[in-house]
């Protein structure tokens, strides 16, 4: 029996114990009219070897190509060590640590954790992981919220160059709760949310408004100027940031005057591999006044009875299992594991590490767009600076060009003309560290022939 | 000592990063960082040995026993994790086309299929990124549900006392009013509280069958009945389906929407707190309120159904579609045991939980429900050592860690004084239990001769007690490497 260690003598002798007669008589209180029988849909079980067949020809069938898309999920490089150290058995097949004092491996990765994302960030403090970069940003504008005491309009300012995924999460997490998401545009030229828009806002009620760097587009946002804008107008910031970005980027707690008040993100470039979306994990980070607002775990450094410094979860008084109805979020298993091999992935590289991943990711996006850019009718779309995404318009149709590029085993970025009609024949190119100058060069081709043909 | 600790300026792993210095002068200046992220400094072996060590102060499945009740500690197989993380798994970005995508959909959409019919639900989304938010996006298909029929006076969910604690905060998410039911003393829900609160303002009930308190509900069907009848549906807490895997299926009791903990039930890890994945099945009214995405199949081919193929979707729930590696691995075990071994799960988790029982009750240990049988988990309450030996509960639970077993679940549910929710899982070997038994009686009699040998516990672990008391007051939520 797969994963069943019982031997016919132990079912007996444990039936004896229970003095039931057989396993069906434990389920007898279970209506008899209820019980469904043989379940004919289901398959047969399979062996170890038979699955891992099947596993090979499903891999296999979806190939490895070469990929420009990021969009949300960067291809980096993980070292080695970090899923050989993450997938230890004892931090895999751990449970959320309620048994602080049988769990302080994890509660110490989880505080590292915590101190990493706060310098990255340059906030005070943050919690122990979300579910993604959406979600993250879907319990930031309800945190901002509840934490916004001199707001009463529940309204969020959303640019419309935030990652569409992100607005449409944050829809489905908040309208039931008659939160309003007010869409600002991005200028056409830059790709930018410029802030003389805001002035259409300026002394009306805003609870927070959303200031993601860089923004989906790959440009760079006026963010000291939208952070001023915001506290000026008594509302919070919000950063939705790229951690691998914050390496090089001024981190949310230096945004502006006072620096942005929650910060948020998707922390997949922290050590989480592609894996089609997911698991990632969210992060959250804020300023300490506002830390009894914040969802999810948090884990807090204290002493045992001897004085021995030791972890434990706090401020537990937030959370669903003590407050039930009146907790910060209905949040309880988050991504431990995620901000495990993260805390790792940091600890490996460090900052000068993350700086030169984040510098090259930058080189080499600069490079592929002059690559691509001399082929005719190929431009870049915005005027900004950029971090490692870039919107370039094709001279045909953008759909026809990528699917003709992934029968080449090219994944020659994401066609914009999805979730922003208004642009298009549009699409949006990274290249991460890795790739290479070859695989830059043969997309240029690929990309060549299709247009010249 | 933390890894900031044993950090010094200049050190690196320096294999681990690009060669080619940063140039960053394409990048203006004030866009720019000033000052480098106070990380660690510490070279790949440090790390290594650091996180390694790390590892070692924590209990695990792969190392103890974990019969924490509700939570489903089964052995996670290796043949899963290894599987779910074939290379082109990992490499696949998840805005791939469909047609460098067609083996991982039909691995999820093979999921969709197994779990509509274990449930007995009509159609499956599998996007929920772990249980709680698997109910959110339950109850607001309820929502939708009613909203749609224009039936927007049903303000309340009702959730037994003993449900957990997501349920009530889920159904707050979605603009609900929260509404307790009690339970009866044998452990079922109440079903004439319920009958007198039940009405035009109930928007539905969320149940964990069986509950919490470790019984099955055999008024199901009287309370399906009742809430059906007042227009209200009914929610399924699939945080117990181990129980009754391929016995009773929640749509066959009248369940409306249910969620499944994959990381419990089809035994993907936990992973220190986490990722998880909560899929939602409904009956076919909720079938157009199903979160996207989700996998379809045309002919011999997989697409992905979007909010354009779901017009009146309750949305997306995720960046992507949840936690893809999770559900491979889900998938991976399912295969691995089939509809047989399915049925197994159950009758084997439930034999272990009844052995433990009748074993401890023998042994002089109370159990909170006598005269029911146990499922996959029960409760025992301690309420007798407490008052007469002033050794409680959680004091039980630190000494089992010196035994080397991790705790059951302490303090939960709330309607149960003292108590501790035991659940073993199908996956323990007989003599795991007697051990456990046996520390158990031990720990009983230490308390009965030396309690304060008992409340001083653990003594064996890295650390005593903590002070959580401490850790709120004085708030260290981050290493500050000038402070310390």
Same mark, same amino acid.
Request: hydrophobic share 40%; charged share 20%; proline share 6%.
């Given at each position: 029996?797969?994963?069943?260690?019982?031997?016919?003598?132990?079912?007996?002798?444990?039936?004896?114990?229970?003095?039931?007669?057989?396993?069906?008589?434990?389920?007898?209180?279970?209506?008899?009219?209820?019980?469904?029988?043989?379940?004919?849909? =289901?398959?047969?079980?399979?062996?170890?070897?038979?699955? *891992?067949? #099947? +596993?090979? &020809? $499903? !891999? /296999?069938?979806?190939?490895?190509?070469?990929?420009?898309?990021?969009?949300?999920?960067?291809?980096?490089?993980?070292?080695?060590?970090?899923?050989?150290?993450?997938?230890?058995?004892?931090?895999?097949?751990?449970?959320?640590?309620?048994?602080?004092?049988?769990?302080?491996?994890?509660?110490?990765?989880?505080?590292?954790?915590?101190?990493?994302?706060?310098?990255?960030?340059?906030?005070?403090?943050?919690?122990?992981? =979300?579910?993604?970069?959406?979600?993250?940003?879907?319990? *930031?504008? #309800? +945190?901002? &919220? $509840? !934490? /916004?005491?001199?707001?009463?309009?529940?309204?969020?300012?959303?640019?419309?160059?935030?990652?569409?995924?992100?607005?449409?999460?944050?829809?489905?997490?908040?309208?039931?709760?008659?939160?309003?998401?007010?869409?600002?545009?991005?200028?056409?030229?830059?790709?930018?949310?410029?802030?003389?828009?805001?002035?259409?806002?300026?002394?009306?009620?805003?609870?927070?408004?959303?200031?993601?760097?860089?923004?989906?587009?790959?440009?760079?946002?006026?963010?000291?100027?939208?952070?001023?804008?915001?506290?000026?107008?008594? !509302?919070?910031?919000?950063?939705?940031?790229?951690?691998?970005?914050?390496?090089?980027?001024?981190?949310?707690?230096?945004?502006?005057?006072?620096?942005?008040?929650?910060?948020?993100?998707?922390?997949?470039?922290?050590?989480?591999?592609?894996?089609?979306?997911?698991?990632?994990?969210?992060?959250?980070?804020?300023?300490?006044?506002?830390?009894?607002?914040?969802?999810?775990?948090?884990?807090?450094?204290?002493?045992?009875?001897?004085?021995?410094?030791?972890?434990?979860?706090?401020?537990?008084?937030?959370?669903?299992?003590?407050?039930?109805?009146?907790?910060?979020?209905?949040?309880?298993?988050?991504?431990?594991?995620?901000?495990?091999?993260?805390?790792?992935?940091?600890?490996?590289?460090?900052?000068?590490?993350?700086?030169?991943?984040?510098?090259?990711?930058?080189?080499?996006?600069?490079?592929?767009?002059?690559?691509?850019?001399?082929?005719?009718?190929?431009?870049?779309?915005?005027?900004?600076?950029?971090?490692?995404?870039?919107?370039?318009?094709?001279?045909?149709?953008?759909?026809?060009?990528?699917?003709?590029?992934?029968?080449?085993?090219?994944?020659?970025?994401?066609?914009?003309?999805?979730?922003?009609?208004?642009?298009?024949?549009?699409?949006?190119?990274?290249?991460?560290?890795?790739?290479?100058?070859?695989?830059?060069?043969?997309?240029?081709?690929?990309?060549?022939?299709?247009?010249?043909? | 000592?933390?890894?900031?600790?044993?950090?010094?300026?200049?050190?690196?792993?320096?294999?681990?990063?690009?060669?080619?210095?940063?140039?960053?002068?394409?990048?203006?200046?004030?866009?720019?960082?000033?000052?480098?992220?106070?990380?660690?400094?510490?070279?790949?072996?440090?790390?290594?040995?650091?996180?390694?060590?790390?590892?070692?102060?924590?209990?695990?499945?792969?190392?103890?026993?974990?019969?924490?009740?509700?939570?489903?500690?089964?052995?996670?197989?290796?043949?899963?994790?290894?599987?779910?993380?074939?290379?082109?798994?990992?490499?696949?970005?998840?805005?791939?086309?469909?047609?460098?995508?067609?083996?991982?959909?039909?691995?999820?959409?093979?999921?969709?299929?197994?779990?509509?019919?274990?449930?007995?639900?009509?159609?499956?989304?599998?996007?929920?990124?772990?249980?709680?938010?698997?109910?959110?996006?339950?109850?607001?298909?309820?929502?939708?549900?009613?909203?749609?029929?224009?039936?927007?006076?049903?303000?309340?969910?009702?959730?037994?006392?003993?449900?957990?604690?997501?349920?009530?905060?889920?159904?707050?998410?979605?603009?609900?009013?929260?509404?307790?039911?009690?339970?009866?003393?044998?452990?079922?829900?109440?079903?004439?509280?319920?009958?007198?609160?039940?009405?035009?303002?109930?928007?539905?009930?969320?149940?964990?069958?069986?509950?919490?308190?470790?019984?099955?509900?055999?008024?199901?069907?009287?309370?399906?009945?009742?809430?059906?009848?007042?227009?209200?549906?009914?929610?399924?807490?699939?945080?117990?389906?181990?129980?009754?895997?391929?016995?009773?299926?929640?749509?066959?009791?009248?369940?409306?929407?249910?969620?499944?903990?994959?990381?419990?039930?089809?035994?993907?890890?936990?992973?220190?707190?986490?990722?998880?994945?909560?899929?939602?099945?409904?009956?076919?009214?909720?079938?157009?309120?199903?979160?996207?995405?989700?996998?379809?199949?045309?002919?011999?081919?997989?697409?992905?159904?979007?909010?354009?193929?779901?017009?009146?979707?309750?949305?997306?729930?995720?960046?992507?579609?949840?936690?893809?590696?999770?559900?491979?691995?889900?998938?991976?075990?399912?295969?691995?045991?089939?509809?047989?071994?399915?049925?197994?799960?159950?009758?084997?988790?439930?034999?272990?939980?009844?052995?433990?029982?009748?074993?401890?009750?023998?042994?002089?240990?109370?159990?909170?429900?006598?005269?029911?049988?146990?499922?996959?988990?029960?409760?025992?309450?301690?309420?007798?050592?407490?008052?007469?030996?002033?050794?409680?509960?959680?004091?039980?639970?630190?000494?089992?860690?010196?035994?080397?077993?991790?705790?059951?679940?302490?303090?939960?549910?709330?309607?149960?004084?003292?108590?501790?929710?035991?659940?073993?899982?199908?996956?323990?070997?007989?003599?795991?239990?007697?051990?456990?038994?046996?520390?158990?009686?031990?720990?009983?009699?230490?308390?009965?001769?030396?309690?304060?040998?008992?409340?001083?516990?653990?003594?064996?672990?890295?650390?005593?007690?903590?002070?959580?008391?401490?850790?709120?007051?004085?708030?260290?939520?981050?290493?500050?490497?000038?402070?310390?």
């Amino acid at each position: 029996m797969p994963f069943i260690p019982h031997t016919e003598e132990d079912v007996r002798e444990m039936l004896v114990a229970i003095g039931a007669p057989d396993i069906e008589a434990l389920f007898d209180e279970i209506p008899a009219n209820l019980r469904c029988g043989k379940l004919k849909q =289901l398959p047969q079980a399979m062996s170890e070897m038979e699955v *891992a067949g #099947l +596993m090979s &020809v $499903r !891999a /296999n069938q979806d190939g490895q190509p070469v990929c420009f898309i990021g969009a949300g999920a960067y291809d980096h490089h993980i070292p080695a060590a970090v899923w050989q150290l993450a997938s230890r058995g004892e931090f895999y097949t751990a449970y959320t640590p309620y048994q602080a004092e049988a769990s302080q491996g994890t509660l110490q990765v989880l505080y590292e954790f915590q101190s990493m994302m706060a310098a990255l960030t340059g906030m005070d403090v943050s919690n122990a992981s =979300l579910y993604d970069g959406a979600t993250s940003l879907g319990e *930031a504008v #309800l +945190m901002a &919220v $509840r !934490a /916004n005491r001199k707001s009463k309009s529940r309204r969020i300012l959303m640019p419309r160059s935030l990652h569409p995924a992100y607005r449409r999460v944050v829809q489905t997490m908040v309208e039931s709760q008659g939160i309003e998401l007010v869409e600002l545009p991005f200028d056409p030229a830059g790709g930018h949310t410029d802030p003389a828009t805001l002035a259409a806002f300026d002394g009306q009620d805003i609870a927070a408004l959303v200031i993601p760097q860089p923004n989906y587009f790959g440009v760079l946002e006026e963010v000291d100027a939208l952070t001023d804008w915001a506290h000026a107008n008594k !509302a919070l910031a919000i950063a939705v940031v790229n951690p691998i970005a914050l390496a090089v980027l001024s981190p949310p707690g230096e945004w502006g005057e006072q620096g942005a008040d929650i910060c948020c993100g998707e922390g997949q470039p922290l050590g989480a591999p592609l894996s089609s979306g997911g698991p990632y994990f969210g992060f959250m980070c804020c300023a300490q006044k506002l830390v009894r607002q914040m969802p999810g775990r948090i884990v807090g450094r204290t002493c045992d009875l001897d004085g021995k410094v030791g972890y434990t979860l706090t401020l537990q008084a937030r959370e669903q299992h003590i407050r039930r109805s009146k907790a910060t979020s209905n949040i309880c298993t988050n991504q431990g594991l995620m901000a495990t091999a993260a805390t790792i992935h940091m600890a490996l590289l460090g900052s000068e590490g993350l700086e030169r991943v984040a510098a090259a990711c930058y080189a080499n996006t600069q490079s592929l767009v002059q690559k691509l850019t001399t082929i005719g009718g190929v431009e870049p779309l915005f005027n900004r600076p950029v971090f490692h995404e870039q919107a370039l318009r094709l001279p045909i149709s953008a759909d026809g060009v990528l699917s003709q590029l992934s029968v080449m085993d090219v994944l020659g970025g994401l066609d914009l003309s999805r979730d922003y009609p208004e642009l298009g024949d549009v699409i949006l190119v990274c290249a991460t560290e890795k790739r290479t100058e070859t695989e830059m060069h043969d997309f240029q081709q690929k990309l060549q022939m299709i247009l010249t043909c | 000592m933390l890894i900031y600790q044993q950090s010094r300026t200049g050190r690196r792993a320096s294999a681990q990063a690009p060669l080619q210095k940063s140039d960053l002068s394409g990048i203006p200046e004030a866009f720019r960082r000033k000052q480098r992220a106070d990380l660690p400094q510490v070279s790949e072996m440090q790390a290594v040995r650091h996180y390694t060590r790390l590892s070692q102060q924590n209990f695990s499945i792969d190392t103890q026993f974990y019969p924490l009740g509700s939570c489903t500690m089964k052995y996670n197989p290796r043949g899963c994790n290894t599987l779910a993380m074939l290379p082109n798994f990992l490499a696949r970005h998840p805005e791939a086309p469909a047609d460098h995508s067609q083996g991982f959909m039909a691995c999820l959409y093979e999921l969709q299929e197994m779990l509509k019919e274990v449930t007995g639900m009509q159609a499956v989304s599998l996007s929920p990124a772990a249980g709680a938010q698997g109910e959110f996006a339950g109850v607001a298909m309820i929502r939708a549900y009613h909203d749609a029929r224009g039936d927007t006076a049903r303000t309340e969910i009702l959730v037994p006392d003993a449900a957990h604690g997501t349920n009530p905060a889920s159904a707050v998410m979605c603009g609900y009013k929260v509404r307790e039911i009690p339970s009866g003393p044998d452990g079922d829900v109440d079903v004439e509280e319920l009958r007198k609160v039940v009405g035009p303002q109930t928007a539905g009930i969320m149940l964990t069958n069986p509950s919490t308190l470790g019984v099955f509900d055999r008024k199901i069907e009287a309370i399906a009945k009742l809430v059906h009848e007042a227009g209200g549906l009914l929610y399924y807490d699939g945080a117990n389906l181990n129980a009754i895997l391929g016995k009773v299926r929640p749509g066959d009791m009248g369940f409306d929407v249910i969620h499944v903990n994959l990381h419990k039930t089809f035994s993907t890890p936990h992973g220190g707190g986490g990722p998880g994945a909560g899929p939602v099945g409904v009956s076919k009214r909720l079938q157009p309120y199903l979160p996207v995405p989700m996998v379809a199949q045309d002919g011999d081919q997989f697409r992905w159904l979007t909010e354009g193929d779901c017009p009146e979707s309750i949305g997306r729930l995720s960046t992507f579609a949840g936690n893809a590696g999770v559900l491979l691995r889900a998938y991976i075990y399912a295969c691995m045991l089939g509809g047989e071994g399915m049925e197994r799960v159950a009758e084997y988790s439930t034999l272990n939980a009844n052995y433990m029982l009748k074993r401890l009750t023998d042994a002089g240990f109370d159990a909170a429900y006598p005269e029911r049988r146990a499922t996959h988990e029960f409760i025992l309450t301690l309420q007798k050592q407490a008052k007469q030996l002033g050794v409680n509960t959680m004091d039980f639970a630190k000494r089992l860690l010196d035994y080397g077993f991790h705790a059951p679940t302490t303090y939960f549910p709330l309607l149960v004084p003292e108590c501790l929710l035991i659940e073993p899982t199908e996956t323990e070997t007989r003599e795991e239990l007697d051990g456990f038994i046996e520390a158990l009686c031990s720990i009983k009699q230490e308390a009965e001769e030396n309690p304060e040998q008992v409340k001083g516990a653990p003594y064996n672990l890295p650390v005593k007690r903590l002070d959580d008391v401490r850790a709120a007051r004085e708030l260290d939520l981050a290493w500050k490497s000038d402070t310390d």
